[in-house]
């Protein structure tokens, strides 16, 4: 199959490429893509989460205690 004979693009077209390549880059990674682009950073949450202060896991007390370490939550 015979190349097609493609013109080569003007320093015009390249550099207009290039400045919405660089727009692109610039809305990812400050996370400002359109909701449902798939592409934006991960939203931050809103709320921190707690913390166990002995085993460092994700807080789920079960008998004023750490449902993890069993360490007593009393001062928490």
Same mark, same amino acid.
């Not at 610039?26 to 166990?52: F, M, N, W, Y």
């Not at 789920?60 to 009393?74: T, V």
């Given at each position: 199959? *015979?190349?097609?004979?493609?013109? *080569?693009?003007?320093?015009? /077209?390249?550099?207009?490429?290039?400045?919405?390549?660089?727009?692109?880059?610039?809305?990812?990674?400050?996370?400002? !893509?359109?909701?449902?682009?798939?592409? /934006? @950073? !991960?939203?931050?949450? @809103?709320?921190?989460?707690?913390?166990?202060?002995?085993?460092?896991? *994700?807080?789920?007390?079960?008998?004023?205690?750490?449902? /993890?370490?069993?360490? *007593?939550?009393? @001062?928490?």
């Amino acid at each position: 199959m *015979p190349r097609r004979a493609t013109a *080569p693009p003007t320093v015009a /077209a390249l550099i207009t490429r290039l400045e919405g390549l660089e727009q692109r880059i610039l809305q990812l990674e400050t996370g400002r !893509v359109g909701p449902g682009d798939g592409r /934006a @950073s !991960v939203a931050k949450r @809103s709320r921190a989460v707690r913390r166990c202060p002995g085993c460092g896991l *994700p807080l789920r007390r079960r008998n004023g205690r750490c449902a /993890a370490c069993k360490r *007593p939550l009393d @001062s928490i």
